[in-house]
């Protein structure tokens, strides 16, 4: 009986406690995250020259809001927004690029 009092106990500490930890660790993660992307779009008209995860490439002056990035966030999640980010690029481009293309069939 008492056994199972102190492994209840222990089970009510640690999710308390990783729910705080969790909670902060999302919060340092989505700001590394923010940072990265803004250097990404402050640089994008420099030459890419680091390679991150799925093809995404990004200036050496990022390399340091990479680096937070990568501390603060899990690889799996790390890996999940560069293919949000490189997607929402890629859809931005076509479109753009179809706008473009559409203006000059309208003349």
């Known amino acids: 009986m008492m056994a199972s009092v102190n492994s209840m106990r222990q089970n009510s500490y640690s999710t308390a406690v990783a729910r705080d ?9 989505y700001k590394a995250r923010d940072e990265f992307y803004a250097c990404l779009d402050k640089t ?8 991150a995860s799925v ?9 340091h809001a990479r680096d937070d990035y990568m501390k603060a966030c899990r ?7 560069d293919r949000q ?3 929402k690029k890629r859809v931005k481009r076509l479109l753009d690029k179809d706008t473009t ?7």
Request: aromatic share 12%.
């Open 21 to 29: 930890v969790l909670a902060d660790g999302r919060a340092a993660c």
């Open 44 to 51: 994008s008209g420099s030459t890419p020259t680091e390679v």
């Open 55 to 63: 093809g995404l490439l990004y200036s050496t002056d990022c390399k």
């Open 75 to 81: 690889p799996t999640w790390v890996k999940h927004f």
């Open 85 to 87: 980010y490189a997607g």
């Open 101 to 107: 293309q559409g203006d000059i069939k309208n003349f």
